[in-house]
């Protein structure tokens, strides 16, 4: 039977101290997404970390079949891991680095718990080009259910440029490539592989209204990943959005 206290508490710790761990002792772990939902939110609170918006993973119907989800995964954003545009971290700030092209949303205001995914429109502020750094507390990858526990592998979030007239682009879905140091880390062309973008954001609305929370302004979200994401140690990070931009950021060795 999952223990949610313990197992809370052994990844609050590693998160708090940045150190890595064993999977979760199969008697403590979670079993079921729900189960995943709570250790994560009690890890959460142990952090004392303050929250400045949500993420999405599994943003897309086909992963998340095969998954046996009924939508992209949630967690955290933090205060003080929202960076800019050309960001520099070194890899003491990160074990294992998922470079992830994402499209993210800054909230204007709060949407009714019920809201469509044209309701929300009206609520979003800006759409910005972004990348997700994530990153997990675990020595190996493991299975979605504990990655979700581990705060869904929240890392650091590179904020990027404002996407102009974004209401009149639809989102159909452009080339993507991540680079580091030059080098091709992940590219898609395929638009039936990029997130639901404002699907997730309707997902998100009621998963949170579920648990007695909403959006509100001044919330950063990221919708999922537009290309492959793809762990690089170090280097030059670029995320280019062809006819749109291009978001950077930089590890380097220490």
């Known amino acids: ?9 052994i990844l609050a ?3 708090a101290n940045h150190t ?6 199969g008697d403590i772990a979670p079993t079921t997404f729900e189960e995943a939902y709570e250790v994560q939110a009690a890890t959460l609170e142990l952090t004392g970390a303050k929250q400045a918006g949500w993420k999405l993973a599994v943003a897309t119907r086909a992963a998340q079949e095969k998954i046996g989800a009924d939508g992209p995964l949630v967690g955290p ?4 891991r929202i960076l800019e545009n050309g960001a520099k971290l070194t890899t003491n700030d990160l074990h294992f680095p998922n470079i992830e092209a994402e499209i993210a949303v800054v909230m204007a205001s709060t949407p009714a718990p019920d809201a ?16 997700e750094i994530a ?9 979605p259910i504990q990655t979700l526990a581990d705060l869904n592998s929240t890392g650091y979030f590179v904020l990027g440029q404002e996407i102009e007239n974004w209401r009149d682009l639809g989102f159909i879905g452009g080339k993507v490539t991540t680079k580091s140091d030059g080098e091709i880390l992940a590219t898609n062309d395929d638009p039936d592989a990029w997130p639901e973008i404002f699907g997730g954001l309707e997902y998100l609305v009621g998963f949170l209204a ?3 929370q909403s959006l509100k302004a001044g919330d950063v979200v ?26 950077t950021a930089e590890i380097t060795t220490v």
Request: with cysteine.
């Open 116 to 131: 469509t995914s044209s309701d929300i429109l009206d609520h979003i502020e800006s759409m910005h080009l972004a990348i």
């Open 13 to 15: 710790d590693a998160f």
């Open 210 to 212: 579920k648990r007695g």
């Open 1 to 9: 039977m999952t223990d949610i206290t313990a197992a809370s508490r």
């Open 20 to 25: 890595l761990i064993a999977p979760l002792p």
């Open 77 to 80: 954003l933090f205060q003080g």
């Open 135 to 143: 990153d997990r507390r675990y020595h190996e990858k493991q299975p």
């Open 222 to 247: 990221t919708t999922g990943a537009c290309a492959l994401p793809t762990i690089s140690p170090h280097g030059k990070i670029e995320a280019i959005f062809d006819g749109l931009g291009t978001v």
